[in-house]
């Protein structure tokens, strides 16, 4: 802890070698990880045997996943932050020891019922795991200088459209999970497009905030205390911002709609620092919720169960209301990992792994997992201030915002703080979308600070000849 703390804190270790520090956090996550599964697995009765074998094989793989990691950074990227990656580590490895938990109450369940093993979602995640590294890498390689994304910024954002229009045009045998239009299934295989939408779309609001930033800043037209643009200046934001909430919307998919409009809203109001623009956009939303909730049931339905779960507890309320029955189970210090009954939860390797943090790692714990969030949305704030181009201060901040506002979508849905919106844990719930699109905003975050590192600061004016210096008479007193 005392070692995270200093990083975060930029200890003299870290400034003086970047990528030792790295790897000694690297380390320090890779115990914890180790501790938390051993100790899982001894309280889920499996720490020998062919479980217990498995256990350390796959703890093996992750270990070596986390170095490949850290060796493409010191390749790629070595003058890049050295905090990021071993928090983003911490996470994962703790979201598989907790999939791997609830894989085990799923097992022990089936054997009572007589029925078969179910096969294990966190042998699936660790895969798509060494998937995500690999992109990760591949993202450093291929991504040179960040700047150099400002170039397709259009492309990226046409291409982010398609990807969310594929689900909705698809038939549902096609697109269709749990009642939502947001997949592509084909073979047995299953992608959500609309986790990589979301990063490509980011390049083009901060593309196109760079290229108008001045017209969206000072052209238009002034209304009390406000400037409000020119429709036609801000016709390519609101078309990809709209066009999104509403195919979102459309395929119920509307944690990520939200996510999507706050994101935007806050590289909007980084990129001119008005306040206007945040009323405009809270004004907007406002209109669209009141909207969506006489249009749409399913959006009825949500804000029902956000004001009392209980009423409708043996339907659709039964969800939230079992996840805080279990964060009011695990009180401060948590009933121990494996020690729970985090698998009463629906979906609680997805949308309510917070959940299961809670309960079994209890209050503390799950500050803990906070805190890493947190320390990761700072740090890369903190690369996207140090660059020195305007592309890279906006995405970087997009994309450091976008973790951010995922993790508190997802916290405040299950704690019932705002209604239920159905987003994933980065880098912890269990799916192999949310887990590779996470990796590539880690990637760019980390292209970034290694960017903004590494470019020498402007060279100061060279010091005037003598002979050009100016000259002063003074007259000697008597």
Not at 171 to 183: A, H, L, Q, T, Y
Not at 321 to 329: D, K, N, R, Y
Request: net charge positive; charged share 10%; with cysteine.
């Amino acid at each position: 802890m005392s070692a995270l703390w200093a990083g975060v804190s930029g200890g003299s270790l870290l400034r003086r070698s970047p990528r030792r520090g790295e790897l000694m956090l690297c380390v320090a996550a890779i115990a914890v990880v180790v501790v938390a599964a051993l100790t899982m697995s001894s309280s889920a009765g499996g720490s020998t045997g062919a479980a217990g074998g498995s256990l350390r094989v796959s703890l093996l793989i992750f270990a070596g996943l986390t170095v490949a990691a850290h060796g493409a950074v010191r390749l790629l990227a070595r003058n890049a932050d050295p905090v990021i990656l071993p928090c983003v580590v911490l996470l994962n490895g703790l979201g598989l020891v907790l999939i791997d938990r609830l894989d085990r109450a799923e097992a022990a369940a089936a054997a009572v019922r007589g029925g078969p093993t179910p096969s294990s979602d966190a042998a699936n995640q660790l895969i798509w795991t060494a998937v995500g590294i690999a992109l990760f890498a591949a993202v450093l390689w291929v991504v040179r200088e960040h700047a150099k994304a400002a170039e397709y910024a259009y492309t990226c954002g046409l291409a982010g459209l398609v990807l969310l229009l594929i689900p909705a045009v698809l038939p549902s045998r096609f697109s269709e999970v749990n009642g939502g239009k947001s997949w592509i299934m084909f073979a047995g295989f299953s992608i959500q497009p609309g986790e990589f939408a979301k990063v490509l779309l980011l390049i083009f609001v901060a593309g196109l905030l760079v290229a108008q930033r001045d017209l969206f800043g000072v052209a238009g037209r002034r209304v009390w205390r406000f400037t409000l643009p020119r429709l036609r200046d801000l016709g390519p934001l609101l078309v990809v911002t709209l066009v999104s909430v509403l195919v979102l919307v459309y395929e119920k998919n509307l944690g990520f709609s939200l996510l999507v409009f706050g994101t935007v809203l806050a590289m909007v109001y980084i990129a001119t620092g008005r306040a206007s623009w945040l009323l405009i956009g809270i004004a907007m939303f406002a209109l669209g919720a009141f909207i969506a909730y006489h249009l749409f049931a399913h959006v009825r339905v949500r804000v029902q169960v956000w004001q009392d779960p209980m009423a409708t507890y043996y339907t659709n309320g039964y969800q939230i209301a079992q996840g805080l029955f279990g964060l009011g189970t695990g009180g401060l210090w948590g009933t121990g990992l494996g020690s729970g009954r985090p698998q009463e939860v629906p979906f609680a390797k997805t949308d309510f792994i917070i959940s299961t943090i809670g309960e079994e790692m209890g209050l503390f714990g799950l500050t803990a997992v906070i805190v890493l969030f947190a320390v990761i949305t700072v740090r890369g704030f903190s690369a996207a201030l140090a660059t020195r181009d305007s592309f890279g201060k906006l995405l970087g901040a997009g994309l450091a915002f976008s973790v951010g506002w995922q993790l508190f979508v997802v916290v405040g849905g299950v704690t019932k703080l705002i209604p239920l919106t159905g987003l994933t844990t980065p880098f912890m719930s269990y799916g192999g979308s949310s887990l590779l699109a996470n990796y590539v905003i880690v990637a760019l975050l980390i292209r970034i600070s290694h960017d903004a590192r590494t470019t020498a600061a402007p060279a100061a004016p060279p010091a005037p000849a003598i002979a050009d210096a100016a000259t002063q008479h003074f007259r000697r007193g008597r």
